[in-house]
Every structure is written in structure tokens, then in C-alpha cells.
């Protein structure tokens, strides 16, 4: 299994973003897939998740109506597009296969003025 996150970068405050996690080595349509962040002397929290077959998705109360998880299982990606950023969201943000615990590397998303 592997996952290898892209699309992090410096911001400005309301600006968007969109992160991608390229996915192999499992058969992705059907694995639950997540998007977390921790952002420095906090813990890593729920962003985003996204089931595998129905497509629900679930956000953190913090994240609901600026942010959208989407997959797309041709290619083997989850994307997080990210709109009206706020300083607050400023973390390293991980791909993760729910079921065993797989995680990317991290992609680091800075929004400062």
C-alpha cells in the first residue's frame, strides 16, 4: 500500500487549495479513504472522509462548507478541495486508508498574509 499526497503550498487567507493522495498497491473503490491534519503542539484530527462504494462523505464541523473530499477510482485519487482558507487551517494534511491504518507522508498547507 502506498499513498503519496501532493498539492500543499502557501496560501493567502480566503484563498483556495486542492490536495490530491495517489493511491496504489490495494484495490481503492472499495476502501474507505480520509484526510487528516496536525498542525504544530496539536493532535492529528479528522478532516474529511470519504466510504468506498456509497461515496458518503463525512467533515469536521470546522471544515463543513469550505472543504470537499471527492475520489475519483479510474485514477486511484482522493482530493481535498479546500476554499476560503484561514490561518487556523495552516497544518500537514495525510491521506489515510481508513481500514489498516495507511498513511501518506504529509503535505504541508500554510495560509498566512
Known amino acids: 500500500v502506498q499513498l503519496v499526497e501532493s498539492g500543499g503550498g502557501l496560501v493567502q487567507p480566503g484563498e483556495s487549495l486542492r490536495l490530491s493522495c495517489a493511491a496504489s498497491?490495494?484495490?481503492?473503490?472499495?476502501?474507505?479513504m480520509a484526510w487528516h491534519r496536525q498542525a504544530p503542539g496539536k493532535e492529528r484530527e479528522l478532516v474529511a472522509l470519504?466510504?468506498?462504494?456509497?461515496?458518503?462523505?463525512t467533515y469536521a464541523d470546522s471544515v463543513k462548507g469550505r472543504f470537499t473530499i471527492s475520489r475519483d477510482n479510474a485514477k486511484k485519487t482522493v482530493h481535498l478541495q479546500m476554499n476560503s482558507l484561514k490561518p487556523e487551517d495552516t497544518a500537514v494534511y495525510y491521506c489515510?486508508?481508513?481500514?489498516?491504518?495507511?498513511w501518506g507522508q504529509g503535505t504541508q498547507v500554510t495560509v498566512s498574509s
Open positions: 470519504i466510504q468506498g462504494v456509497t461515496d458518503s462523505t
Open positions: 489515510n486508508r481508513v481500514r489498516g491504518g495507511y
Open positions: 498497491g490495494f484495490t481503492f473503490s472499495t476502501y474507505t
